[in-house]
């Protein structure tokens, strides 16, 4: 049995954290949802990587530009058309699922995250364009960005809380999602929690030697996870799932496969950029639960709060996610107009 195929036993929803024109082309994304990959996200980073490191884009880019000159509408109709295609290889799992897996993220533009209306609108938008049921629009966790959350929820459109870093954000993201169900209980949510960003910011004021180095990560997930349990008996058999996000490891002396390994929990979603799959296939080592921090998390919580703010750190965190999200989403816009500009001189 594949690591993969492990942990999917284990009733956690393996995701893929990528997506490309090439992976579509090429029957890759194929082989990887025939490996047990039951979903995909994406982000502006991962659309600004894809479209600025290979020409695979350009013929495409050449026949919308036709019709389109703005680099921000040749840019979405790009994004579109690997959503929907990505969409239409998933929804057999979907159906399968019965709306419960089998799901393609794309998010809003980052720069309406702090705006309410703003976000609603685009968001609406965004799910008429693409037109698949099983798409799910990627808000970020502002306090600006819940109000929106519950909205289009309550629409009926299926959306990803993404840039979830604190317990406080999480309780409030999923207290948007229960009020929206007292409207709607047609759409799908998942909350992306992240995990190894916490890690790098925590460790830095940390000691290597310090029994918490590299564990706040995953001993703040399962607070949320507990959190999520509490309140899973009010969801009426429409739960927003949990979906661990930043997993791939940041500090040199991890293993590849240590978020995983650590966070298998039963009903969950782990999200995973191409490398960490690769990684996770290769590992012959591989074992569920290592550190057994499940069994130790309030008890590591506790002692952070003895010498670090961390509703301090998730909150630059949060600031730093959106800002990082704006900076590859005007990235991947100019990446798109200078081939505009080259492929016009041709």
């Known amino acids: ?71 921000k509408g040749v840019f979405e109709e790009l994004a579109i058309r690997d959503i929907q295609r990505s969409s239409d290889l998933l929804f057999k799992i979907y159906k399968q699922s019965e709306g419960t897996d089998g799901f393609v993220s794309l998010e809003v533009d980052p720069f309406l995250a702090n705006n309410t209306e703003e976000t609603i609108k685009e968001a609406k938008r965004l799910w008429n364009r693409v037109n698949r049921e099983n798409l799910m629009i990627k808000v970020p966790g502002t306090d600006l960005g819940f109000p929106a959350i519950q909205h289009l929820l309550e629409s009926g459109i299926n959306i990803n809380i993404t840039l979830l870093f604190s317990f406080d954000s999480y309780k409030k993201c999923l207290q948007a999602f229960l009020q929206s169900q007292k409207t709607n209980t047609s759409s799908k949510s998942v909350a992306s929690f992240f995990i190894s960003r916490i890690d790098t910011a925590v460790d830095m004021n940390l000691e290597n030697s310090n029994k918490l180095f590299h564990k706040i990560g995953i001993a703040n997930s399962f607070k949320a996870f507990g959190h999520y349990l509490n309140s899973k008996k009010i969801m009426k058999n429409n739960y927003q799932k949990l979906l661990w996000a930043s997993t791939s490891v940041k ?51 506790e002692d952070l709060d003895k010498i670090l703010d961390l509703n301090l750190i998730t909150q630059e965190l949060l600031l730093n996610g959106i800002k990082l999200f704006q900076d590859s989403y005007s990235s991947v816009l100019e990446t798109v107009n200078k081939k505009i500009k080259s492929i016009k001189k041709k």
């Open 251 to 301: 500090a040199e002396d991890l293993d590849p496969a240590y978020y995983c390994e650590n966070l298998p929990i039963s009903g969950t979603i782990n999200t995973l950029p191409l490398e960490t799959i690769n990684d996770l296939l290769k590992k012959e080592d591989f074992k569920i639960n290592k550190l057994k921090i499940s069994e130790t998390y309030s008890e590591i919580m």
């Open 1 to 71: 049995m594949s690591n993969i195929k492990n942990l999917i036993s284990n009733n956690q929803s393996i995701w893929l954290d990528s997506i490309s024109k090439q992976m579509l082309d090429s029957g890759d994304l194929s082989k990887i949802i025939d490996l047990g990959i039951t979903g995909i996200t994406s982000n502006p980073s991962i659309f600004d990587k894809a479209i600025s490191s290979s020409e695979v884009y350009d013929e495409t880019i050449r026949e919308i530009s036709n019709d389109i000159s703005d680099p």
